[in-house]
C-alpha cells in the first residue's frame, strides 16, 4: 500500500502551494505515471480522497496520465517500445526487459515517472466595494 | 451595504478564468535524493550495501545467515533487519556477533532510503565493507523505493509455488541477482526450479539466477561470490 505514502507526499507538496498562495484555490491535479511504476491508480485516487478530506483541497479532482514504457538495448541499439509477456495467466500483459529485437536484456528510458504535471487553480476574490 | 474593509466574500471563478500551471515535481524524489546520499556514504567509505526482496518465509534471514557465517571472517560485514514487528530475524543474526540495527516499520509495507540512513549513522561504517540490507517481506512496495544499495537481490523458494515469478514481475526487472531458494523442497513440492528461472529470464534475459539450499548449503558460496563481485 504503498499508493498512501506517494498521495501524502502529494498532498505534502500541494498544501505547500496553497500556504504560499493563499488566494487560489485548486481544482484539479494532474500526475503522469509511468507503466513501469507499480502504482494502482484507483488505490491512489481513494488515498487522496481520503487524506484530501475537510482541508483546503476537499473536492479537488485528481488526474492520472499514464506514460508508456520505452526502452533502449544496449546490445543492438533498439530503442522502442518493450516486448510483452502477453501469454501471462490471465492477468494484463506484462512489460519484460527482453530486447524485442535481439533478446538480450534492455534498460529503461522512460515509464518510471510518477510527478504532478501540472496544477488547476481558480483565484478567490475579494468582492470589489 | 457599509464597506468595513477587508474581504466581504469570496467569488467562485468561473470555467475560462481557471488557471493551469506545470509544476514538475517528482512524488519519489525526496525517497532518491535519500537513496542517492545513502550511496554516496557507502562509496566514501568503501561499503557495499546489497537490498535482498522477497516474500515473508523466502528464506531471506536465512540466506543472509549463511552469507554473514561464511564472509564475517574474511571483511566487515553488518546487517539491517527491517521487518514490521518482531526483531526475531535481527536476533537470529546477532547470535554471529556481527553488527545488526533492527528497522522496525511498524506499518510500513516496505523500508526507505530515510530508514536506511539513520540505520547507517548506528553502524561504525568503516568497519564494514559489505552491509546486508533485509527489506520487509513484500514483493510489490519494496520495488519502488531504492535505497541506496549497490545491487538488489530477489529471493523466491519453490514453496511459494510455480507461479511466483510471472505473479510478482516488476521486483524482477529492478534486481541485479535472483535467488531461487529450499532447492532441497523442489521435489516435495512439485516445482521446478528451472521453469522458475525461465520465467525470470523471459524478464530479464541476462540476469543471474543461482539456486541455493540453505539447508544442504548448496549454492551459497555461489551467491558470496556473486555479491563480491558487483
Given amino acids: 500500500m504503498h499508493e498512501f505514502s506517494i498521495a501524502a507526499s502529494l498532498v505534502e507538496k ?13 481544482c484539479e491535479v494532474r500526475l503522469e505515471i509511468g507503466e513501469l511504476s507499480h502504482i494502482e491508480h484507483d488505490q491512489l485516487h481513494f488515498c487522496y480522497e481520503s487524506i484530501t478530506k475537510e482541508t483546503p483541497l476537499e473536492g479537488s479532482s485528481l488526474k492520472i496520465d499514464k ?18 509477456w502477453d501469454d501471462i495467466l ?8 527482453q530486447c524485442p529485437s535481439c533478446g538480450k536484456t534492455v534498460g529503461e528510458t522512460q515509464g518510471k515517472e510518477c510527478a504532478i504535471k501540472s496544477v488547476k487553480f481558480s483565484q478567490i476574490q475579494p468582492v470589489p466595494s | 451595504m457599509a464597506n468595513e474593509g477587508g474581504i466581504q466574500a469570496t467569488i467562485e471563478a468561473s470555467p475560462d478564468e481557471i488557471y493551469d500551471i506545470e509544476l514538475e515535481h517528482s512524488l519519489l524524489e525526496a525517497n532518491e535524493k535519500l537513496a542517492k546520499e545513502n550511496r554516496a556514504l557507502l562509496d566514501q567509505h ?48 546477532a547470535k554471529q556477533n ?61 514453496t ?3 507461479w511466483m515469478v510471472r505473479k510478482h514481475p516488476h521486483m524482477f526487472l529492478g534486481a541485479q541477482l535472483v535467488v531461487i531458494n ?8 512439485e516445482v521446478s526450479v528451472e521453469d522458475l528461472a525461465s ?32
Avoid: W
Fill in chain 1, 14 to 26: 500541494l498544501s505547500e502551494f496553497v500556504r504560499e498562495n493563499p488566494d487560489k484555490r485548486i
Fill in chain 1, 67 to 84: 506514460v508508456e514504457a520505452f526502452v533502449e538495448c544496449p546490445h543492438c541499439s533498439y530503442r522502442g517500445r518493450p516486448k510483452y
Fill in chain 1, 90 to 97: 490471465a492477468g494484463a500483459p506484462v512489460v519484460t526487459f
Fill in chain 2, 46 to 93: 568503501g561499503t557495499t550495501a546489497i537490498d535482498f526482496m522477497g516474500a515473508i518465509g523466502s528464506g531471506k534471514t536465512t540466506l543472509i545467515a549463511k552469507l554473514v557465517e561464511k564472509l564475517k571472517d574474511k571483511m566487515g560485514v553488518a546487517v539491517f533487519n527491517g521487518d514490521a514487528t518482531t526483531s526475531n530475524d535481527a536476533d537470529a543474526i
Fill in chain 2, 98 to 158: 556481527v553488527p545488526v540495527v533492527q528497522i522496525a516499520t511498524i506499518n510500513g509495507c516496505h523500508l526507505d532510503a530515510n530508514l536506511v540512513g539513520k540505520g547507517l549513522r548506528k553502524i561504525d561504517i568503516d568497519k564494514v565493507k559489505l552491509l546486508f540490507i533485509e527489506n520487509i517481506g513484500n514483493l510489490i512496495c519494496p520495488a519502488e523505493f531504492p535505497l541506496g544499495s549497490k545491487a538488489r537481490v530477489v529471493v523466491v523458494s519453490v
Fill in chain 2, 160 to 162: 511459494e509455488g510455480p
Fill in chain 2, 182 to 189: 529450499k532447492i532441497d523442497m523442489a521435489k516435495a513440492m
Fill in chain 2, 199 to 230: 520465467d525470470v529470464h523471459k524478464l530479464k534475459p541476462d540476469i543471474k539466477v543461482i539456486p541455493t539450499s540453505c539447508k544442504t548449503g548448496e549454492g551459497i558460496e555461489k551467491v558470496a561470490a556473486a555479491l563480491l563481485a558487483v
